[in-house]
């Protein structure tokens, strides 16, 4: 079965300085991934997915994540955090069929002035 | 944003009392889903509907029940509320893509603000 684990429960990190958030997967298949963010008190937004093709993919508000089969992960990056960017992240691979996602725990972003 | 509504986005409850919960989209998307968010778990699929009358379980749905009886609404019901059941619940919709329902659709998913439920 599918899952997700996103080992870091909180994170802290200061205002300009670079972040990764991790997030390992189990799948049979060719995994269809995305990056979720949830401001307190809101719903999520996508951040970014990953389908096929440059395992690099860029998304919304300067982040990125990459792709890597053979450590079943998709690591989320940020060269310059920023105060708004604190909130809970949400790592999630596809589950089948009708856009089912199966998400991982989150992780919560503190950032530091 | 996409138009999602959950009514009631805040209830509380006792023990033993049913309790619905209703998603309402204005996008027309064909697939609508019922989230549960606990600490520690992130986010679980309760059940979820891919068309009009059809619904399916999801990975927690013991205690809870759905309908969908238009496109636009998909109602959560808690038939005898427990305390296990307080939750932030967030519906969701999508889109299938590709022309072909039901397949491995890429489509993301849209959040409604979520309905925030305390059973005493």
């Known amino acids: 079965a599918q899952s997700v684990t996103q080992p870091d429960i909180h994170i802290t990190v200061s205002e300009g300085a670079s972040l990764e958030l991790r997030c390992n997967y189990s799948?049979?298949?060719?995994?269809?991934l995305f990056w979720y963010v949830q401001s307190p008190g809101q719903g999520l937004q996508l951040l970014l997915k990953y389908f096929s093709g440059d395992t690099l993919v860029q998304g919304i508000k300067g982040f990125e994540a990459e792709f890597k089969r053979s450590q079943s992960s998709f690591n989320l990056r940020k060269p310059s955090v920023h105060w708004s960017d604190a909130a809970e992240y949400f790592c999630a691979v596809h589950g089948g069929g009708y856009n089912k996602l199966i998400f991982g725990a989150g992780t919560r972003l503190a950032v530091h002035p | 944003d996409a138009g999602i509504t959950q009514s009631p986005r805040h209830k509380v409850t006792e023990t033993g009392t049913p309790v619905t919960l209703r998603c309402h989209q204005t996008?027309?998307?064909?697939?609508m889903y019922w989230y549960r968010q606990d600490p520690g778990h992130g986010l679980r699929l309760i059940h979820y509907?891919?068309?009009?009358?059809?619904?399916d379980k999801g990975e927690v749905s013991d205690g809870y029940s759905v309908s969908r009886s238009k496109t636009e609404d998909f109602l959560l019901t808690l038939e005898s509320a427990t305390s296990s059941q307080t939750s932030v619940y967030f519906c969701a919709i999508s889109e299938s893509r590709g022309g072909i329902p039901g397949l491995a659709n890429t489509g993301e998913l849209f959040f409604g603000e979520g309905s925030r439920l305390t059973v005493l």
């Open positions: 799948y049979g298949a060719t995994p269809y």
């Open positions: 996008e027309n998307h064909r697939y």
């Open positions: 509907s891919y068309g009009v009358k059809d619904t």
